[in-house]
Every structure is written in C-alpha cells, then in structure tokens.
T-cell receptor, first 117, second 114 residues
C-alpha cells in the first residue's frame, strides 16, 4: 500500500526567508501524482502545487517550487520569500493516475509552518 | 457557486444520535468526495461520487456511515448512532469530471460527539 510520510511536525521560518518542507512516499507504481496542499486555520484545503511523476521538470508556482526526486521517492516543497500569510498546515499527498477501487488520495500527517515576523 | 460550501460549520451532538452533513459542490463539477480529518492527521478518503452514483465507497468506516447525491449536485453524509470516535472535521471536495482533476475543498464541518 502507498504511504506518505512528513517527518517534520512543525517548522518555523523568518519572514522573507526560504523554507523547505520534506515529504517521502512509498509506492510500486511508475506513474502517479503528487500534491502539496495548504490548510490555514479556516480549515479549507488549498492546492499549492501539483507534480506528475512522468514529468522530470520540477513544478513551480510563483514562490512555491518542488524538488521531485523520483528514484528517492522524495517530494519536498520550497517556499521562497516567506510571508505571514504562508503560516498554515501543509499536507503532502499522493494518488495514482488511474482511479481503481484501492487507489485514493493519500495524505501525510502534515507539517505546521510558523512564520516569524 | 463560487466555491464548495458545507453546512453546518460546526455540529455538536450526543452519542447515539443521527447527524447529516451537507456539501454543495462547485456548479458544474460532476465529481464529489468526502474525507474525514481527525485531530493531528491528514484527511482520509471516505467516498467518491461521479454524478449521482458512488463510484467508490471503500473508505466508509462501517455501515453507520452513508452518503447520497440524488441529483448529482448536493451531497449529504449521514451518520447513524454516532460514537465519540466519529468526532472529526468532515471535508468535502469537488472536481470538474473525475479523480484526475484538481479537487477543490470546502471549509469542512467540525463534528463533536459528546
């Protein structure tokens, strides 16, 4: 079964600095999607970035970028120029390309990110 | 609508009672999902609808949980004989067509069973 592991329960970063959140996963599939979601105190999960495993190029969305290492099954999120509004829980998630009965979006336990002014 | 909406925002009930949680997806989205998020955990999949039918309900924990989507839009998650262990945030998401599309989440319903 697929698993997603976020080894950092909490992290802090100074405003305007760069921070990297770690995520590793385990799967026997060759093609799949990986996601980072942000969950602020409002509880609403917001998609930050999405990566398709067959694409070698790392996804980027403005200040957010990923370091996707397929062989190592690692998918870290880098936030540049951290802003106070980035403070939230961040969840790494995995799903396979095809929707079969046993395939779900699998979320890690999350990393709480604090931004220090 | 502008986004996925869920009602109520918070629900407190007593052990053994029946509750219904409502999800209103983004207009035009055919796929709808329910997740449960316990304290300190990531969301866990419960059920996925494609149109009116449940395409995958394998995440429902037991037969006390049931969900419907009779007209292919609004969905209701129903929990019978609630237990304290059912306390969690119940998240709903929708996507344009199916599981490969980006899922947009609602703000969730926090259920507390006393």
């Amino acid at each position: 079964a697929q698993t997603v592991t976020q080894s950092q329960p909490e992290m802090s970063v100074q405003e305007a600095e760069t921070v990297t959140l770690s995520c590793t996963y385990d799967t026997s599939e060759s093609d799949y999607y990986l996601f980072w979601y942000k969950q602020p105190p409002s509880r609403q999960m917001i998609l930050v970035i999405r990566q398709e495993a067959y694409k070698q190029q790392n996804a980027t969305e403005n200040r957010f970028s990923v370091n996707f290492q397929k062989a190592a099954k690692s998918f870290s999120l880098k936030i540049s120029d951290s802003q106070l509004g980035d403070a939230a829980m961040y969840f790494c998630a995995y799903r396979t390309v095809t929707m079969n009965r046993d395939d779900k979006i699998i979320f890690g336990k999350g990393t709480r990110l604090h931004i220090l002014p | 609508g502008a986004g996925v909406s869920q009602t109520p925002s918070n629900k407190v009930t007593e052990k053994g009672k029946y509750v219904e949680l409502r999800c209103d997806p983004i207009s035009g989205h055919t796929a709808l999902y329910w997740y449960r998020q316990s304290l300190g955990q990531g969301p866990e999949f419960l059920i996925y609808f494609q149109g009116t039918g449940a395409a995958d309900d394998s995440g429902l924990p037991n037969d006390r949980f049931f969900a419907v989507r009779p007209e292919g839009s609004v969905s209701t998650l129903k929990i019978q004989r609630t237990e304290r262990g059912d306390s969690a945030v119940y998240l709903c998401a929708s996507s344009l067509q199916g599981f490969t599309d980006t899922q947009y989440f609602g703000p969730g319903t926090r259920l507390t069973v006393l």
